[in-house]
């Protein structure tokens, strides 16, 4: 919160120097959300602006401010993400976070399925993510249902002081009629609710800049908040 901008100044210039002498053709630099910490984002979007860097891509990110997880939740989400959710409600569904190597797996494995039935990249790979559970903490979720089949899961990482991030959650295609994902987030919400966590990541829904539609509206449904996540770039060939 105290480093100054002239300090960003003098660090983007070594940073720059560095580059030029290192024969690289360009910077680019993706800033984190705002949320994580709006004085100093925007601090250092004001420099790069000024410093010649150029905006390549405006993303929407979502996330879920805790404060809003009350009583009131159902009243104060969309309508049809209300009746959604009561229709989970009448499925007995069963929320649980995995406490062993293999449910953790199958955690993977559920969303794996997911991202392959709509035709979605899945860019780690579960040893990517053996990997970086060794340096960050985690928590995998299963979702189950009467039958005790897994029918969707996520998978979250502790990323700053008070917020967790959902790298991952997705269901079996073949079970969404239970209305399973409004189901695993209202559970999502009320577990790290009672951790006493300040808010939820669930990413941005836009590649680069352009949006899936379906999916803004089902972080908008179940209550999440928007904020900007900014690529910048200067091509230091023209520098």
Known sequence: DDIKIEYIEK?????????????????NITLPPSIYN??????????????????????????YNLDNYNENYLHNIWRNSRKNLKIAFSNNLIF???????????????????????????????????????????DFFLLLNVDQHIIASSIAFHVSQGIVQIIYWGDNPQFSAL?????????????????????IDIGPSTENSVPNYGLCDFKESIGCDISLKLDF???????
């Open 233 to 239: 770039q200067i091509n230091l060939q023209c520098t």
């Open 11 to 27: 660090s983007f210039c070594l940073l720059k120097e560095w580059a030029i002498n290192k024969h690289l053709t360009s910077i």
């Open 179 to 199: 209305k399973t994902m409004n189901f695993l987030a209202y559970k999502i919400f009320e577990f790290y609710k009672q951790q006493n966590y300040i808010l």
């Open 38 to 63: 709006e004085n100093f984002i925007a601090k250092q979007s004001n420099v790069f602006f000024r410093y010649g860097m150029k905006i390549t891509n405006i993303e929407l990110n979502y996330t």
């Open 96 to 138: 649980k976070q995995c406490t062993s190597y293999e449910e953790k797996k199958l955690a993977y494995n559920i969303i794996s399925l997911n991202r392959k039935s709509r035709g979605f990249p899945l860019r780690m790979s579960w040893v990517n993510i053996e990997n970086t559970i060794k340096l960050i903490p985690a």
